[in-house]
């Protein structure tokens, strides 16, 4: 139980600390309740290991089926939405988001949200790193909105959380400078309580930051063509070819059965012969992907914040819910296809009989230098655990045994401050991610990340079979009244509680 209060450096605050909504249970019941649960826990292990083996046996023939089967619909592309700059060279936005309808081949059109009048989904935002932006949010809906910018260093006024409300009817404008290195980010929803819906119904886009790194010059660039964005969304149809939207308070929240791909079902892409990027971003509500190429190679360039230092050639890809990963795919003559181990096909690549620009990786893409351990001066911990009793009542999903409360802050930051924070849980799969920055893993099981997580990342995977330590520097924005949210990207469990929220303060 010790190892579920933070432990903090610096003597303050921590209004988590120690604090469990169960924690007044009897220590001879909690062994009792604690042996009986894992009795039943293990006799599931045993059935769920069952099922497994059969399901395993299954992908195997929907892999072999990935190449086989031509795909049906060309790929979707949201369309880019470049700037208009003003006079002081300031690069202007404009995001409109309300209902629409999308032909997902379903027996009706099906009704869903989007940003600028597209049928699902929003367009592609463009930025620069070193631009100053500024981004108008109006809210078409009939409900409440707000538009985080996910993995933006920002101003918390500006980072679009469930503060920063958009009433119907309303406008609201984020402004900020884009202060960090390319990196494929994205937007969507972030109210509490509503959050996992609104991207369901496909409020969602992707960000795309350039800079001027040489390495940029030679990768696969033109968006569409040999540069292709990837979302990857899970849904369920009604019968009348409506989405079907449920959360699931369950370990791994609302799987659905059907893969979507910028809004396509069962899609192709026609590309070049060569070096093709792929920019993933895993935008469902509760889907873990195990992502492989099926008829070429996979080398991974960027995580979350950027470019990892140099390419790694990869067989399979872990994307968790809030993921982004740039891959790219040496397409021969013959069609390759992106594949997960449940689902099957997640996208086809088809050759079109042209050359891609593009020739060679470069061997390096970017310096990551890594964060020391003598510039921590905070340790805490973050674990996020089941909190019902035996009897299975109470509040399920809490992270240090609390569920999210708008009137409490967590912890506060010192600006400045480098911390390294210890994720862990004992129940279900989680998501943890932290607005704001972007951090560095120093562990996973206490061993060294492998080179796929050692760049920057803002979103990552914690189990009970993987307890994360990361650290992260809060060097940027400090506001006394506005929190971050730190919170698990599973959305069933964030809606559900699993979430807090921390300032990053300047008392110094
Ligand atoms: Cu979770």
Redesign the pocket.
């Known amino acids: 139980m010790d190892n579920r209060s933070y432990q903090v450096m610096r003597t303050e605050f921590a209004p988590l600390n120690g604090v469990r909504t169960t924690g007044r249970r009897h220590a001879a019941y909690e062994l009792f309740a604690g042996s009986a649960r894992r009795l039943l826990i293990n006799a599931g292990v045993f059935f769920w290991a069952v099922l497994a083996i059969a399901s395993l046996a299954a992908c195997d023939t929907a892999d072999e089926a990935a190449l086989d089967t031509p795909a049906a619909a060309p790929l979707s592309i949201p369309a880019l939405l470049e700037p208009a700059f003003d006079g002081a060279g300031v690069a202007h936005y404009e995001l409109k988001i309300g209902e629409s309808r999308h032909d997902y081949g379903q027996t009706a059109l099906t009704d869903t949200f989007s940003y600028n009048g597209m049928s699902v989904l929003g367009p592609t935002l463009r930025l620069r790193t070193g631009d100053s932006v500024v981004i108008s949010v109006t809210n078409e809906l009939d409900e409440v909105t707000t538009t985080h910018w996910h993995g933006a260093d920002v101003p918390a006024e500006d980072d679009g959380g469930p503060h920063s409300l958009i009433q119907p009817g309303t406008t609201w404008i984020a402004d900020f400078d884009v202060i960090q290195p390319a990196a494929t980010l994205w937007y969507h929803p972030h109210v509490h309580g509503s959050t996992a819906e609104q991207v369901y119904r496909g409020a969602a886009g992707l960000i795309i930051i350039e800079d001027d790194n040489p390495a940029a010059a030679t990768l696969p660039a033109t968006y569409g063509v040999d540069d292709i964005p990837v979302i990857i969304q899970d849904k369920d149809f009604t019968g009348d070819g409506q989405l079907d939207f449920a959360i699931d308070e369950g370990d791994n929240?609302k799987l659905y059965t059907t893969l979507t791909v910028n809004g396509t079902i069962n899609p192709f892409v026609d590309v070049p012969e060569g070096l093709v990027r792929l920019r993933l971003l895993n935008g469902s509500q509760a889907r873990i992907y195990h992502l492989s190429v099926e008829g070429a190679g996979m080398t991974m360039i960027a995580s979350d914040g950027g470019y990892l230092a140099s390419p790694v050639a990869l067989e399979q890809l872990v994307l968790a819910p809030g993921d982004r990963a740039e891959i790219v795919v040496n397409v021969g003559m013959e069609s390759a296809a992106l594949v997960d181990s449940r689902l099957g096909r997640v996208l086809e690549l088809r050759p079109n009989g042209s050359a891609s620009g593009t020739g060679s990786l470069p061997d390096k893409l970017a310096t990551i230098k890594r964060i020391s351990a003598s510039e921590i001066t905070v340790d805490r911990r973050f674990d996020?655990d089941d909190e019902r009793n035996f009897w299975e009542f109470g509040p399920r999903?809490a992270i240090n045994g609390a569920q999210f409360d708008m009137s409490r802050i967590d912890f506060r930051v010192q600006l400045g401050d480098t911390e390294r924070w210890t994720l862990s849980?004992d129940d279900?799969?989680?998501?943890f991610h932290p607005h704001q920055i972007q951090f560095q893993i120093l562990s996973i099981n206490g061993e060294p990340p492998p080179p796929e997580e050692s760049g920057w990342e803002d979103t990552v995977l914690v189990n009970d079979e993987r307890k994360v330590v990361i650290v992260a520097r809060f060097n940027t924005f400090a506001a006394e009244d506005i929190p971050y949210m730190f919170h698990?990207h599973?959305l069933d469990?964030?809606d559900l509680g699993?979430m807090g929220q921390f300032l990053v303060i300047d008392d110094e």
């Not at 279900?428 to 998501?431: D, R």
């Open positions: 929240g996020m999903w849980g279900g799969q989680h998501v698990c599973i469990h964030e699993m």
